[in-house]
């Protein structure tokens, strides 16, 4: 067993050495540790964003405090700008505007909502070359003109605004050079043409009155109306890199419930007169009478320009036009005079039949979708040709580069096997021009489309990858003469088809496919004509990802480099890689730290990437290709150094089969060698990789690893992998091993050691603290308790069942609990309840949709009626975690207190020594609503 020091520095130093757990302790040189009056300050580092030149970086802050702002770095200078409560930051393209939204404070929020006063934004505007800046008042939302040399802004609708029909607000364009601004009203959709400067617009005003379609050019002044009627548009939608324009207009007709819509098309806006095309459903030759064009779809224009596809589906007609309509099997209202039945209100009933392919909840939860389920249709616009593409058959259907064909998939032949067992489809070719299908292939689980350049379909079959090609119609094993796997074979799960490490994208022309296998990019011949590593992370057991830096690109462009992240599985160091054309994969950043982000400026050899550590705060570092000389650009939370800190290191351990894991281990702020410290133990599955994550302090967190070291105690993240049908044992076999494993340095006193966990995490605390001693307290988070009731349970945010996730997901069980019931008997927490000797805190919201909060009361009336040290936590109207503030922080606050009894000797409460009575906690909630600044944890 090892364990690897790590060396605080802007270059990290890599050293592995024998784990015998003799680290020199971090003085802290009189500082103290951080406390709950100390989180506010703390920060989170947002996503940073380049000027397209890369001599500006904008980046958000967050603050536990709620108090937010947006940095704005020049990078060829110290220049820093700070706007409180800014987001949202855009560049222009030609690098010489910023600009940001400016929200409010939360506490300015509150008094405006409880003033029943409208919220609203501000925009920033920023002029980089002379510095200059503006803020513009009440506006919404904005966008660059693509050439950056215009800007739109939409402003809030009116006051009472909100019950009107007309969605229409004013537009602001502005012209950057001048300062000049142009109003438009009554806008409800803009969009400006991609390389180009037009600006398209749809007008819906009150009365519709005036509504249209309007196309603005900013460097002429010229206003054009495309079209105008009493009708509403929508669904405005350029031609990508053109000047083709296409909207829907809505068309309502009194026989139906919902409205159709009408298809207009220009080409050559950028020329003096567009040309107008019109698709009218109605007088389309060939459309269906009784379906509709959709506004859900959004329009997509083929790429030749000569195609507008868009969605379709059936027609409702309204009650009172339906012609012998169906009567239903039961009729309630049949027997009883029209007039009481009219007077009655209708049963809320609900029918779940057992052959629901879908149970009855998730298709309420997936309604919506299922009510915008349409059909892809072509209008081939220059012979104004209408053909349908999606059917029955073929419900969703994804179109190939070049427009010409498309790819159909159909499910319903396997609907019963996805109740309970993977997804499988069957795949069709669609010709484009005449809707024709043709089978493709059957029962494939994993469909990865059409290759970039429209050559190919990929899909995964029995552990290996094949393509499709559409010209010929073969089908080709493309990996099964190349000497590594593609599919994670190690992965856990119950299933037969184990997942693929998927792939990086196609070359150019679909030449090459770059695929992953478990460390390494291989280069594959989609001809199945062979395949070349590009990567060397099999030998040191290091992983190799593409890191895409251009958000644009079609293809991988080989002729350029390619930029890897790359991470050790075992040393757990991060960094970045490069393969440039005809030389050998070069590392270029490996640190003792989480590294991450790698963006590129658009027009600039100008890279930025995020270093960070669990004592090191995240900041971006700047740099050129080589990532070589990278300098700190970026500084967050530069008080930490006013406070004592702890670090972080790896240990390793075995399972009692051998299986070989590593945990996390983080040191109290205040470790002294000589010292005995008091430990807890987090728990999910996969842990190790956290050994370098940064954690904010934060007392709306309730597992936070910052605030568990900043209080004395060690914390441990281990690892845990699992064998079929054994979760819980599973769990076990990894935490006992793990946690001795530090015992052995002596630096933990064994008899202070607790365990906690939410969700999965949370069950194996729940089932652990059944099967061993070791833990003097538990706290568990919305366990599972009871596997075969949770089986046969629904997982209520999607509606599902959770029997899917307990036999090939997460719950590793691979059958029904009725074909291995001594299986999910050993594995529940509640049926080894008079084994449970360690006190338990358990917490659930009575609205959990993920696991049942029955789970929670089921554990709490067994170790009720065992006899049994247990503390239920029950937070009304919360789901799978707490998403209130006053919750979040309670919740936080009893995990303290818990552990800070058990594990250190703290007085207990009176909730953990004797529990709270309804009254009691009725008189307290009335306490802290007049004295709101009473932490929730100083009520009982």
């Given at each position: 067993?090892?364990?690897?020091?790590?060396?605080?520095?802007?270059?990290?130093?890599?050293?592995?050495?024998?784990?015998?757990?003799?680290?020199?302790?971090?003085?802290?040189?009189?500082?103290?540790?951080?406390t709950s009056d100390d989180y506010g300050q703390w920060e989170r580092l947002g996503m940073a964003r380049f000027s397209a030149d890369g001599n500006w970086m904008a980046y958000p802050i967050s603050r536990v405090n709620e108090e937010t702002e947006l940095r704005v770095r020049r990078l060829d200078g110290d220049?820093?700008?700070?706007?409180?409560?800014?987001?949202?930051?855009?560049?222009?393209?030609?690098?010489?505007?910023?600009?940001?939204?400016?929200?409010?404070?939360?506490?300015?929020?509150?008094?405006?909502?409880?003033?029943?006063?409208?919220?609203?934004?501000?925009?920033?505007?920023?002029?980089?070359?002379?510095?200059?800046?503006?803020?513009?008042?009440?506006?919404?939302?904005?966008?660059?003109?693509?050439?950056?040399?215009?800007?739109?802004?939409r402003r809030y609708a009116p006051e009472g605004a909100n019950d009107r029909k007309a969605k229409g607000v004013d537009v602001v364009v502005r012209t950057l050079s001048s300062g000049l601004d142009i109003n438009f009203g009554n806008v409800s959709e803009f969009a400006w043409q991609e390389e180009g400067t037009?600006?398209?617009?749809?007008?819906?005003?009150?009365?519709?009155?005036?509504?249209?379609?309007?196309?603005?050019?900013?460097?002429?002044?010229?206003?054009?109306?495309?079209?105008?009627?009493?009708?509403?548009?929508?669904?405005?939608?350029?031609?990508?890199?053109?000047?083709?324009?296409?909207?829907?207009?809505?068309?309502?007709?009194?026989?139906?419930?919902?409205?159709?819509?009408?298809?207009?098309?220009?080409?050559?806006?950028?020329?003096?007169?567009?040309?107008?095309?019109?698709?009218?459903?109605?007088?389309?030759?060939?459309?269906?009478?009784?379906?509709?064009?959709?506004?859900?779809?959004?329009?997509?224009?083929?790429?030749?320009?000569?195609?507008?596809?868009?969605?379709?589906?059936?027609?409702?007609?309204?009650?009172?036009?339906?012609?012998?309509?169906?009567?239903?099997?039961?009729?309630?209202?049949?027997?009883?005079?029209?007039?009481?039945?009219?007077?009655?209100?209708?049963?809320?009933?609900?029918?779940?039949?057992?052959?629901?392919?879908?149970?009855?909840?998730?298709?309420?939860?997936?309604?919506?979708?299922?009510?915008?389920?349409?059909?892809?249709?072509?209008?081939?616009?220059?012979?104004?040709?209408?053909?349908?593409?999606?059917?029955?058959?073929?419900?969703?259907?994804?179109?190939?580069?070049?427009?010409?064909?498309?790819?159909?998939?159909?499910?319903?032949?396997?609907?019963?096997?996805?109740?309970?067992?993977?997804?499988?489809?069957?795949?069709?070719?669609?010709?484009?021009?005449?809707?024709?299908?043709?089978?493709?292939?059957?029962?494939?689980?994993?469909?990865?489309?059409?290759?970039?350049?429209?050559?190919?379909?990929?899909?995964?079959?029995?552990?290996?990858?094949?393509?499709?090609?559409?010209?010929?119609?073969?089908?080709?094993?493309?990996?099964?003469?190349?000497?590594?796997?593609?599919?994670?074979?190690?992965?856990?799960?119950?299933?037969?088809?184990?997942?693929?490490?998927?792939?990086?994208?196609?070359?150019?022309?679909?030449?090459?496919?770059?695929?992953?296998?478990?460390?390494?990019?291989?280069?594959?011949?989609?001809?199945?004509?062979?395949?070349?590593?590009?990567?060397?992370?099999?030998?040191?057991?290091?992983?190799?990802?593409?890191?895409?830096?251009?958000?644009?690109?079609?293809?991988?462009?080989?002729?350029?480099?390619?930029?890897?992240?790359?991470?050790?599985?075992?040393?757990?160091?991060?960094?970045?890689?490069?393969?440039?054309?005809?030389?050998?994969?070069?590392?270029?950043?490996?640190?003792?730290?989480?590294?991450?982000?790698?963006?590129?400026?658009?027009?600039?050899?100008?890279?930025?990437?995020?270093?960070?550590?669990?004592?090191?705060?995240?900041?971006?570092?700047?740099?050129?290709?080589?990532?070589?000389?990278?300098?700190?650009?970026?500084?967050?939370?530069?008080?930490?150094?006013?406070?004592?800190?702890?670090?972080?290191?790896?240990?390793?351990?075995?399972?009692?089969?051998?299986?070989?894991?590593?945990?996390?281990?983080?040191?109290?702020?205040?470790?002294?060698?000589?010292?005995?410290?008091?430990?807890?133990?987090?728990?999910?599955?996969?842990?190790?990789?956290?050994?370098?994550?940064?954690?904010?302090?934060?007392?709306?967190?309730?597992?936070?690893?910052?605030?568990?070291?900043?209080?004395?105690?060690?914390?441990?993240?281990?690892?845990?992998?699992?064998?079929?049908?054994?979760?819980?044992?599973?769990?076990?076999?990894?935490?006992?091993?793990?946690?001795?494993?530090?015992?052995?340095?002596?630096?933990?006193?064994?008899?202070?050691?607790?365990?906690?966990?939410?969700?999965?995490?949370?069950?194996?605390?729940?089932?652990?603290?059944?099967?061993?001693?070791?833990?003097?307290?538990?706290?568990?988070?919305?366990?599972?308790?009871?596997?075969?009731?949770?089986?046969?349970?629904?997982?209520?945010?999607?509606?599902?069942?959770?029997?899917?996730?307990?036999?090939?997901?997460?719950?590793?069980?691979?059958?029904?609990?009725?074909?291995d019931v001594e299986a999910y008997i050993a594995n529940s927490p509640v049926f080894h309840v008079e084994q449970l000797n360690t006190p338990l805190l358990l917490a659930h919201g009575t609205e959990d949709g993920a696991v049942d909060f029955n789970q929670g009361v089921e554990y709490y009336n067994a170790a009720?009626?065992?006899?049994?040290?247990?503390?239920?936590?029950?937070?009304?109207?919360?789901?799978?975690?707490?998403?209130?503030?006053?919750?979040?922080?309670?919740?936080?606050?009893?995990?303290?207190?818990?552990?800070?009894?058990?594990?250190?000797?703290?007085?207990?409460?009176?909730?953990?020594?004797?529990?709270?009575?309804?009254?009691?906690?009725?008189?307290?909630?009335?306490?802290?609503?007049?004295?709101?600044?009473?932490?929730?944890?100083?009520?009982?």
């Open positions: 067993m090892y364990l690897r020091p790590i060396a605080r520095a802007l270059v990290y130093m890599v050293a592995i050495a024998a784990f015998n757990f003799s680290l020199q302790a971090q003085s802290t040189d009189g500082k103290r540790p951080i220049e820093l700008i700070v706007v409180p409560y800014g987001a949202n930051a855009a560049f222009s393209e030609d690098s010489r505007w910023l600009a940001y939204s400016i929200g409010v404070s939360e506490e300015e929020r509150e008094k405006l909502e409880e003033q029943k006063e409208p919220v609203r934004n501000k925009l920033g505007l920023r002029n980089l070359v002379t510095g200059d800046s503006v803020v513009i008042a009440d506006v919404a939302a904005f966008t660059f003109s693509d050439d950056g040399a215009y800007l739109a802004m037009l600006l398209a617009m749809l007008v819906d005003a009150a009365g519709e009155a005036g509504n249209g379609v309007q196309v603005f050019d900013p460097t002429t002044g010229v206003l054009r109306t495309l079209d105008s009627r009493t009708a509403r548009y929508t669904g405005l939608t350029w031609k990508p890199e053109d000047d083709e324009l296409a909207v829907l207009q809505v068309r309502g007709d009194d026989r139906y419930e919902d409205s159709t819509h009408v298809i207009l098309a220009w080409a050559g806006l950028a020329g003096r007169d567009g040309r107008k095309h019109i698709f009218d459903p109605d007088s389309a030759a060939g459309f269906p009478s009784d379906m509709r064009i959709v506004s859900f779809r959004r329009l997509r224009w083929s790429d030749d320009g000569e195609t507008v596809f868009f969605g379709i589906k059936d027609r409702e007609l309204r009650p009172d036009t339906a012609a012998d309509s169906t009567e239903s099997a039961y009729d309630s209202t049949a027997a009883k005079p029209q007039a009481e039945a009219d007077d009655e209100k209708p049963s809320t009933v609900q029918i779940w039949h057992a052959a629901d392919v879908d149970l009855y909840p998730q298709q309420k939860v997936n309604a919506n979708r299922d009510r915008e389920k349409n059909f892809l249709a072509a209008w081939h616009v220059r012979e104004d040709r209408f053909v349908q593409l999606g059917t029955e058959l073929t419900e969703d259907v994804t179109l190939v580069e070049g427009d010409q064909l498309a790819v159909g998939t159909d499910q319903t032949p396997y609907e019963n096997e996805r109740m309970f067992g993977p997804v499988y489809r069957d795949l069709y070719v669609i010709d484009a021009s005449t809707g024709a299908a043709s089978e493709m292939k059957k029962r494939v689980q994993y469909n990865f489309g059409p290759s970039s350049g429209g050559n190919y379909l990929l899909y995964l079959m029995d552990d290996h990858y094949w393509t499709y090609h559409f010209r010929t119609g073969r089908h080709t094993n493309i990996t099964e003469d190349v000497p590594t796997s593609f599919v994670d074979i190690e992965d856990d799960h119950t299933v037969e088809q184990k997942p693929p490490f998927r792939f990086a994208g196609w070359t150019e022309d679909d030449r090459y496919i770059l695929i992953y296998d478990k460390y390494d990019v291989w280069q594959v011949d989609p001809r199945g004509a062979g395949a070349t590593r590009l990567t060397n992370g099999a030998e040191d057991q290091i992983r190799y990802r593409r890191t895409r830096l251009d958000p644009d690109e079609e293809f991988i462009d080989m002729a350029q480099p390619l930029y890897f992240s790359t991470y050790g599985e075992w040393s757990k160091q991060y960094g970045y890689a490069r393969l440039r054309r005809g030389r050998e994969t070069e590392q270029l950043v490996a640190l003792d730290a989480n590294v991450s982000r790698l963006v590129k400026a658009k027009d600039a050899e100008v890279y930025a990437y995020m270093v960070q550590d669990f004592d090191d705060s995240p900041d971006y570092f700047c740099a050129g290709p080589d990532l070589s000389d990278s300098r700190q650009v970026t500084q967050t939370n530069p008080f930490q150094s006013d406070f004592a800190w702890g670090r972080s290191a790896l240990i390793e351990y075995e399972t009692e089969w051998g299986k070989r894991l590593q945990g996390a281990l983080f040191y109290p702020a205040d470790y002294q060698p000589a010292r005995q410290y008091p430990m807890i133990v987090y728990i999910y599955e996969i842990r190790s990789p956290t050994v370098h994550t940064y954690y904010v302090p934060s007392d709306r967190s309730a597992y936070n690893t910052a605030v568990f070291t900043s209080q004395g105690y060690f914390v441990l993240q281990p690892d845990i992998v699992y064998r079929d049908r054994n979760p819980g044992l599973s769990a076990v076999a990894a935490i006992e091993p793990a946690v001795q494993k530090v015992l052995e340095t002596g630096m933990v006193d064994p008899d202070r050691v607790g365990l906690t966990g939410h969700s999965w995490g949370g069950y194996q605390t729940a089932f652990t603290v059944t099967q061993t001693n070791m833990f003097a307290a538990a706290a568990a988070g919305a366990p599972l308790t009871n596997l075969v009731s949770m089986y046969l349970s629904v997982y209520w945010n999607t509606g599902s069942t959770d029997a899917r996730i307990f036999e090939i997901s997460q719950g590793r069980m691979e059958v029904p609990f009725w074909e009720r009626r065992a006899g049994k040290d247990f503390v239920m936590l029950v937070y009304e109207g919360e789901n799978h975690g707490n998403s209130q503030k006053a919750n979040q922080i309670d919740y936080h606050n009893r995990i303290v207190e818990w552990f800070g009894h058990y594990l250190k000797g703290e007085p207990a409460p009176d909730w953990v020594k004797q529990g709270v009575s309804f009254l009691d906690q009725e008189k307290a909630k009335k306490n802290r609503s007049k004295k709101a600044e009473t932490p929730p944890s100083q009520v009982p």
